[in-house]
C-alpha cells in the first residue's frame, strides 16, 4: 500500500481495530526542504525533527476531530512520502509508552510497534486526561508517555535511521496495567487531579 493508503486505513479503523486521528509528518524522504499546502518554502531547523515533524500549520484541531477522506487525500498528495501520525489522547482511545530500551520487548500483551531506537507500546486511553511526559521510570525501564496533545509515528514510516516503523503482530489494545496507572497517579499534581487508581479500581476491575 502507498502511504495514503495507509492513512486511510487508520482513519477507517482497518488497522488497530477503530477509526483513529490522523496526521502527515515529516519523512526523511522527503528531504531538508519541502513546500507547504500554500506553497510556501519549509525547512527542518533541528535534527531532532527529522522523520517527526508535523507538516500542518495547525495540527491541534485533530487532537478533537477526525481528518476527513478529502484531507488526507490532500495531504498525501500534496507530500506522498510523508510519515503517518497517530494523534494521542481522548479523540483516538490510545495513549502510548515511548521506550528507547532496545534489549527486549516486555510481554504487556497489547499492541507494540517497533520504532526506529526502540518501542511504542500501546494502551487503550484511560478516560481521564494524560499528560504527555518524558524519562519516567515504570516497570525498571525508562519511558516517555505520549498520551492527550502528543502523537506517535507509525508503520509504514520511516525513521531518520532508515529503519521503518512496524508492528509487532495485531494483539488487541489493552487497559493500561496497574503499575503505569500507579505511576500516572503518583506523579500527578497535587489538587484536581485526576484519581488514576480509581479508573482501575472502578473500570479496569469491572
Not at 528531504?31 to 531532532?48: F, N, V, Y
Not at 524519562?135 to 498520551?147: H, N, S, T
Request: hydrophobic share 35%.
Amino acid at each position: 500500500m502507498t502511504n495514503k493508503q495507509w492513512a486511510l486505513a487508520y482513519l477507517r479503523g482497518d488497522i488497530l481495530g477503530h477509526p483513529v486521528s490522523i496526521i502527515p509528518v515529516h519523512s526523511p524522504e522527503m528531504g531538508q526542504t519541502w513546500k507547504a499546502l500554500d506553497d510556501s518554502p519549509r525547512s527542518i531547523s533541528r535534527d531532532d525533527q527529522n522523520g517527526k515533524m508535523n507538516l500542518l500549520d495547525e495540527w491541534k484541531p485533530f487532537q478533537d476531530r477526525f481528518a476527513s477522506e478529502e484531507e488526507i487525500n490532500e495531504w498525501w498528495d500534496w507530500w506522498p512520502k510523508a510519515n503517518i501520525a497517530v494523534v494521542c489522547g481522548k479523540i483516538s482511545q490510545i495513549i502510548a509508552l515511548d521506550s528507547d530500551d532496545t534489549v527486549g520487548v516486555i510481554d504487556y500483551k497489547t499492541r507494540v510497534s517497533k520504532t526506529g531506537d526502540g518501542y511504542h507500546y500501546i494502551f487503550r486511553h484511560p478516560g481521564k486526561p494524560v499528560r504527555n511526559r518524558q524519562k519516567i521510570e515504570i516497570d525498571g525501564r525508562i519511558w516517555d508517555i505520549r498520551g492527550d496533545g502528543g502523537y506517535i509515528v507509525v508503520e509504514p514510516s520511516i525513521h531518520p535511521s532508515g529503519v521503518e516503523y512496524m508492528w509487532l503482530g495485531d494483539s488487541p489494545i489493552a487497559t493500561l496495567p496497574y503499575s503505569v496507572l500507579n505511576q500516572l497517579h503518583k506523579i500527578s499534581k497535587n489538587g484536581n487531579r485526576p484519581n488514576y487508581l480509581a479508573t482501575y479500581e472502578t473500570v479496569y476491575e469491572g
